[in-house]
Structures are given as C-alpha cells and as structure tokens.
C-alpha cells in the first residue's frame, strides 16, 4: 500500500505563495494523481490532478494561480500555489485523482490571513 506525506503549508498573508509536497512510499507513475483540500465545516475538493500523460487540470477557484507537477523520479508530486486567498485556507492531501485508491495522509495545513 502506497503511503503518501504531504508537507510544506503554513500561514501566508494573502498575495502570498507556497509550494506543497507530497512524497509517496512507491512509485506512483501509474498512476493520475491530484491534490484535494478540506476546509474547516466542508467537505474535500478536487484542486488539482496531473495524469500519466501529463495533461493538467484544475479547480475553477485556482486556475491561473496554482500549477500542479511531478518528479516521478523522486516519486514526489508538487503544488506550486501563487497569489493565495483567505478561502485557500484549508488542510491539502494528495491522492490518486479522479479516484482516490490510497490511503489518506495526514494532510499538510495552509492558512492565509494577514
């Protein structure tokens, strides 16, 4: 079973960026992975996914500030967010995307306020 650590959130003002890790325990260059998010009270979103071919899709609240890519080498995939919101604030975990078949991490918290 592939277990997958995400890090790099924290607490940026607003306009501000970051860059999300998530490293998995094996290869997962079979697989479409994505980023989802949860925020507090709601239930988790689609932000992003990356498929095998490496077409790029993303939710309509952060196309044009978010960019989504892999190193399959490192067996890491990354979330490059720019220009963050307060209503970014929420915990992100990756996964396989559409369809999440692993387990869940334990998520990596960004928090944007001034």
């Known amino acids: 079973q592939v277990k997958l650590v995400e890090s790099g959130g924290g607490l940026v003002q607003p306009g501000g960026s970051l860059r999300l890790s998530c490293v998995a325990s094996?290869?997962?260059?079979?697989?479409?992975m994505g980023w989802y998010r949860q925020a507090p009270g709601k239930q988790r979103e689609f932000v992003a996914r990356?498929?095998?071919?490496?077409?790029?899709t993303y939710g309509d609240s952060v196309k044009g500030r978010f960019a989504i890519y892999r190193d399959n080498d490192k067996n890491t995939l990354y979330l490059q967010m720019n220009n963050l919101k307060p209503e970014d604030t929420a915990v992100y975990y990756c996964?396989?995307?559409?369809?999440?078949?692993?387990?869940w991490g334990q998520g990596t918290q960004v928090t944007v306020s001034a």
């Open positions: 094996e290869s997962t260059l079979r697989y479409n």
């Open positions: 990356s498929t095998t071919s490496g077409i790029k």
């Open positions: 996964n396989s995307a559409p369809t999440s078949v692993f387990a």
